[in-house]
């Protein structure tokens, strides 16, 4: 590793011979003779902060740090730079982002350079810009071993969002990880890591793993959550809940997120949590508020880009609360709509009949079905999906039981200790 340069004076030449300017033209811009140039960069000459300023405007560099207290604020102002990314405020990142680029012509400032491209990396990303996130993750992996804790903590927190992007989701939690770990002295609260270390290891199917850091989160940084990622937390603990059979539970905190989301009138979000009560209630058999809630959803999300899965999946949850409440027409209706709606689409009208055979049990033909099309690519598809895979099985044991089939129903409980086992160990 180079040593970086001390004085004023080496710094100043460092520039200068970067920009291609001679002490002589130095000089001449701020009416001083050669022979004082050579003496300040040797370190020999007194520099007060008007010809210092002069200097700085003849290079170019008038907000660029040179003095150990101005090098103090700079990266102060970059941590600051970072929060505001963290917090969204896109049109004051910019703004900052200004102020703060001519670092980039103190190319000696190795650490400080890959500080400012690892805070401008989480900026790319916010605009889903992954080529240019990429390169600026590739020069700063060429110099880790100059690296400091605070450049590693944000080189692996962006590495774990970039294979988040990529659905990677093992390699995006192992990066997520050693950030968290490179920021074990909490000097900088970062409750979005921590949810995104649980929402991993939710994806990845461990639900413990996954309510430890989510509850982390909320418990220890509520004062760092935007109401958005509080209800995003809520949710993901609200899937757990449901999944360990706390339903109560589930059901008070998806209520709460309701009244917050309605409150600063989110849509998209209001629409998500109408459809999880709807889900919530289902399980906990309270089929007419189960119905009232998914038809409320479906109104938020009705023609709304990039919901299709969830609208779908709420007229599913919908079909079955009236399928339990005995409207049968009602119930066929809903799916006929479902499968309309998924216009061909493999993977939703597969959803839509998997509902359908939950209502003709008695039908050896949806049996078949959900045991042989349902099952396996519920599987398949991971962990998103595990609870779906987990109320097949469930189905299908409780059928193959009552029918005194019990090598079947043997083999389904033996696919439901497999899930558990991924899910647990």
Not at 77 to 91: E, G, P, T, Y
Not at 114 to 129: A, Q
């Amino acid at each position: 590793m180079t040593t970086p340069p001390t004085s004023i004076g080496e710094k100043i030449k460092l520039i200068r011979t970067a920009k291609g300017f001679s002490q002589e033209n130095l000089g001449k811009a701020i009416s001083k003779s050669t022979t004082f140039i050579s003496r300040l960069e040797k370190n020999d000459a007194e520099l007060d902060n008007k010809t210092l300023e002069a200097i700085k405007k003849y290079l170019e560099i008038e907000k660029a740090p040179l003095t150990e207290h101005e090098l103090e604020l700079y990266r102060n102002r970059i941590w600051a730079w970072n929060d505001l990314v963290s917090a969204r405020r896109m049109d004051d990142v910019k703004a900052l982002q200004e102020e703060l680029i001519p670092i980039l012509d103190l190319h000696y400032e190795v650490e400080l350079n890959m500080l400012y491209k690892m805070v401008l990396t989480r900026v790319l990303f916010t605009e889903s810009n992954l080529p240019a996130a990429e390169e600026h993750l590739a020069t700063v992996e060429a110099n880790l071993d100059e690296a400091s804790t605070d450049v590693l903590y944000l080189y692996h927190r962006n590495k774990g969002t970039l294979f988040s992007f990529y659905g990677n989701q093992k390699n995006s939690l192992q990066h997520s990880l050693q950030a968290l770990e490179h920021n074990n002295d909490k000097l900088r609260q970062d409750t979005q890591l921590i949810f995104a270390i649980g929402h991993t290891y939710s994806m990845l199917g461990k639900p413990i793993n996954a309510l430890l850091y989510l509850e982390r989160a909320k418990r220890e940084y509520t004062s760092d959550l935007s109401r958005q990622l509080l209800n995003i937390i809520d949710g993901c603990l609200s899937v757990i809940y449901v999944l360990f059979g706390e339903f109560d539970k589930a059901k008070k905190i998806t209520e709460l997120a309701l009244v917050r989301a309605k409150s600063y009138n989110d849509q998209l979000t209001t629409g998500d949590v109408l459809s999880a009560l709807g889900t919530i209630n289902l399980k906990l058999g309270n089929y007419k508020a189960s119905v009232e809630y998914c038809d409320e959803a479906l109104i938020f999300l009705k023609d709304k880009q990039g919901q299709e899965d969830t609208y779908l999946n709420t007229l599913a949850t919908k079909a079955l609360g009236l399928f339990q409440l005995k409207d049968y027409t009602g119930c066929d209706d809903v799916l006929n709509q479902g499968k309309a709606l998924a216009k061909g689409d493999e993977w939703q009208t597969m959803q839509i009949e998997a509902t359908r055979h939950f209502t003709t049990l008695n039908d050896s033909n949806s049996i078949d079905y959900l045991e042989s099309v349902a099952l396996p690519i519920y599987r398949a598809k991971g962990s998103g999906f595990i609870m779906m895979a987990l109320g097949i099985c469930k189905t299908l044991e409780s059928h193959y039981r009552k029918k005194r089939a019990t090598r079947k129903a043997d083999a389904i409980a033996k696919i439901m200790r497999d899930i558990y086992e991924e899910m647990f160990f």
